[in-house]
């Protein structure tokens, strides 16, 4: 038997002013993209925010429904928003923000098992690595260098096929 530690690196920043301009505003795309999200269910709002190569920011943010696996998170709608409007174009970071009305949330919230594996569809697929920023209402900034830092066995299209 053989056994592996797979681990990565984070950076953790206390304050949004230890950021370069770009990903502070960034993160300030994504906090106002939570204002807009529609969580009647949850009362947990999360926005956004996405930087293509291009130097555009494409927001989004999470929508629920009543019948729950109808809705879909804000990294999904801005990823997903963001490969349909600009076809091709690298994804470089996605920001997210996390709120609720019911409490502070004063930690960074992580994305979900759907979203790791759908924004590092578009990381495998551009060969390049997508940065992933997460904060809370208030409180650090944790930031990753690749979404395969924080899915590190991740699905893949080699799976599919014997080529």
Do not use: W
């Amino acid at each position: 038997m053989q056994k592996k530690q797979i681990g990565f690196e984070l950076s953790i920043y206390e304050s949004p002013d230890e950021l370069s301009q770009i990903e502070q505003k960034l993160l300030s795309e994504a906090e106002a993209a939570r204002e807009n999200a529609y969580s009647p269910y949850s009362n947990f709002k999360v926005g956004a925010a996405v930087l293509l190569e291009n130097g555009e920011i494409v927001k989004g943010n999470n929508q629920e429904n009543a019948s729950y696996p109808s809705g879909l998170c804000a990294e999904r709608v801005a990823v997903f928003h963001a490969g349909a409007i600009y076809p091709g174009m690298a994804i470089k970071t996605v920001a997210i923000s996390a709120t609720s009305k019911d409490y502070v949330v004063d930690s960074p919230a992580a994305p979900c098992g759907n979203c790791r594996q759908s924004i590092i569809e578009y990381e495998q697929k551009q060969k390049s690595p997508i940065s992933i920023m997460l904060r809370g209402e208030v409180g650090p900034i944790y930031k990753c260098n690749s979404m395969a830092d924080i899915l590190p066995l991740a699905f893949s299209s080699s799976f599919l096929s014997d080529s």
